[in-house]
């Protein structure tokens, strides 16, 4: 999140939509361009000659649920792996930004994790 965050901060008029679906689901969006990154588990592979990867540690968290008034606990709260996927040569900047931003802190994401 502090990623996502500094992303926000230095491009104010772009905005972060977060949507789910399965890894073909993704994969499909991201080749008809209605999506520029997907988060996928690291049971998928991505192809080397067309999409970029970064595979990142995560951790499945509590998510609060205020409506309802209840936290929702993880069945299984070990760590995870997580690919974040996006097609290589964007022409859009933001993209390009929000790419070089992953990698360049591809260490500090996956530190994060071990606390």
Excluded at 95 to 109: H, K, R, T
Aim: charged share 20%; proline share 3%.
């Amino acid at each position: 999140m502090p990623l996502l965050e500094k992303f926000s901060k230095a491009n104010p008029n772009c905005q972060l939509h977060f949507l789910f679906g399965n890894t073909e689901d993704i994969y499909d969006k991201l080749n008809k361009k209605r999506i520029d990154f997907g988060f996928i588990e690291n049971n998928a592979s991505a192809n080397g000659d067309t999409y970029n990867c970064l595979i990142i540690s995560t951790k499945q968290h509590s998510i609060i649920c205020e409506q309802a008034g209840c936290t929702i606990e993880p069945l299984n709260p070990s760590g995870s792996q997580t690919a974040v996927v996006w097609k290589k040569a964007s022409s859009n900047a933001l993209v390009n930004s929000f790419s070089d931003l992953l990698l360049s802190n591809q260490a500090a994401i996956n530190a994060e994790y071990v606390k």
